[in-house]
């Protein structure tokens, strides 16, 4: 099997996927925001990546702390911060391993809010899926808020997952697992699609309550012209 943690402590940083337009995000922070009635708010961006989403939340008037297990990318996300305006709060950049079992030692928090782009879809199997979410309840003030987004299972509407679920699951082990690859078949991560249930169930498991899901019909993250259904978590840690 392989180790996903290799794969992303070694992936180029300037290729690390994500998404600029984050409407489900923008209107949960409006919610936060609005729920916190103007006291300063901490929000910790677990895979961060270069930086980009961590630097515009900040922008909004939030401190962040971005973490990533690439150091390539933290090192690329620090460079970018620089000449961010720092008067008041913080925008930070951390290595740290968010699917190992021991738990990550951070300079700051307990946090407001964590938010995880996509994270968990591409983190690895059951176990270092399990430990992301311990370790972001961890990390979370009692009643603190969490924002996650998946992948979701797609094979209703994409006849190539459908293929990539069946062709790679003798590789995998896990049904909706498969290997994602770069043009010339070279296998880069493993990534995994959930159904609404099985991702409800690891966020009851890890400690959340007042948990939401929602599914978004949208585009593939590496493949723009191909349909895929992605899910939006939010959720509480218990009090």
Not at 4 to 19: G, L, V
Not at 36 to 65: K, T, Y
Not at 157 to 162: C, D, K, L
Not at 184 to 209: C, I, Q
Request: net charge negative; with cysteine; glycine share 8%.
């Amino acid at each position: 099997m392989r180790d996903p943690r290799e794969d992303w402590r070694r992936f180029d940083a300037e290729a690390i996927p994500s998404k600029d337009s984050t409407p489900q995000l923008d209107s949960f922070l409006h919610e936060v925001k609005t729920e916190a009635a103007g006291r300063p708010l901490m929000l910790l961006d677990v895979g961060c990546g270069s930086g980009r989403l961590s630097r515009r939340l900040f922008e909004q008037g939030i401190a962040v702390l971005g973490v990533d297990i690439n150091s390539g990318a933290v090192h690329a996300a620090e460079h970018n911060a620089a000449s961010a305006d720092t008067v008041g709060r913080s925008l930070r950049f951390a290595v740290a391993d968010f699917a190992e079992d021991g738990s990550p030692q951070l300079d700051g928090g307990p946090f407001d809010v964590v938010v995880c782009q996509l994270v968990i879809s591409i983190i690895g199997d059951m176990r270092h899926r399990a430990n992301l979410l311990r370790h972001a309840r961890e990390k979370l003030r009692p009643g603190g808020r969490l924002f996650l987004s998946a992948s979701g299972v797609s094979d209703t509407i994409n006849a190539g997952y459908a293929r990539l679920y069946a062709e790679d699951l003798p590789l995998t082990g896990e049904r909706h697992t498969y290997l994602s690859r770069n043009d010339s078949g070279k296998v880069l991560y493993m990534t995994h699609h959930f159904t609404v249930d099985e991702l409800t169930n690891l966020l009851e498991a890890a400690g959340f309550d007042e948990i939401s899901v929602v599914t978004e019909r949208e585009t593939s993250s590496r493949r723009p012209d191909e349909a895929a259904y992605f899910l939006y978590a939010t959720c509480r840690s218990k009090q």
